[in-house]
């Protein structure tokens, strides 16, 4: 299996920081990655897929990139609705793998 | 809208039996890869099974032989049937269909419905 580690776990910014999350993949993934947002008690939000295409509807502040192993998810200019949990999962294979999480908390 | 609804969580006992439905709105559930993914009080998530276009399936292998997935197109529904279920099997369950067929990232999802396994 495909182990998806993220870092950091949480990350405390204001708004109007950049923010930068970072995703490694135990093997190379192609740019075969996913970005979601997650809010308490709220289903999975997709903003991100094949590593840096911004999913319709999403805002422009957020970017992605990277591939092989290595890949970021960027927001550059933190809004208050960002604050939340973001995921990254890989679909290069099965079973289908997906990061531990990194919450974005307000400083 | 395209939207998805499960149903058909609650408490069960460990070694029981229980089925989630997830009803499919304004698309066909035949039309894509229909998934199931879990999430654990205060954990992360994890992906549980797939159901291809073709009619094929997959099973994360912590499920494999316990859970089956299955569709009725003409209910536009996708199901989960979870047997000998475990403690470590509670979690909020969600249905989320994939962005297209081939491509496995999920891009709708329904509320999810929780399921405790408990004595």
């Known amino acids: 299996d495909i182990q998806m580690t993220q870092s950091p776990s949480t990350l405390s910014a204001s708004v109007g920081d950049r923010v930068t999350i970072t995703c490694r993949a135990s093997?190379?993934?192609?740019?075969?990655l996913a970005w979601y947002q997650q809010k308490p008690g709220k289903a999975p939000k997709f903003l991100i897929y094949?590593?840096?295409s911004l999913e319709s509807g999403v805002p422009s502040r957020f970017s992605g990139s990277g591939s092989g192993t290595e890949f970021t998810l960027t927001i550059s200019s933190l809004q208050p609705d960002d604050f939340a949990t973001y995921y990254c999962?890989?679909?290069?294979?099965?079973?289908?793998?997906f990061g531990g999480g990194t919450k974005v908390e307000i400083k | 809208e395209v939207q998805l609804v499960e149903s058909g969580g609650g408490l069960v006992q460990p070694g029981g039996s229980l089925r989630l439905s997830c009803v499919a709105s304004?698309?066909?559930?035949?039309?894509?890869?229909m998934g199931w993914v879990r999430q654990a009080p205060g954990k992360g998530l994890e992906w549980v099974s797939v159901?291809?276009?073709?009619?094929?399936?997959n099973y994360a292998d912590s499920v494999m032989g316990r859970f089956t997935i299955s569709r009725d197109i003409s209910k536009n529904t996708l199901y989960l049937q979870m047997s000998s279920l475990r403690v470590e099997d509670t979690a909020v369950y969600y249905c989320?269909?994939?962005?297209?067929?081939?491509?496995?990232?999920?891009?709708?999802w329904g509320q999810g419905t929780m399921v405790t396994v408990s004595s």
């Open positions: 159901f291809y276009t073709g009619g094929t399936t």
């Open positions: 999962q890989q679909y290069n294979s099965y079973p289908l793998t």
């Open positions: 094949q590593a840096s």
């Open positions: 093997q190379s993934i192609s740019s075969w």
């Open positions: 304004e698309f066909t559930v035949s039309s894509t890869y």
């Open positions: 989320a269909k994939t962005k297209r067929s081939g491509t496995s990232v999920f891009d709708i």
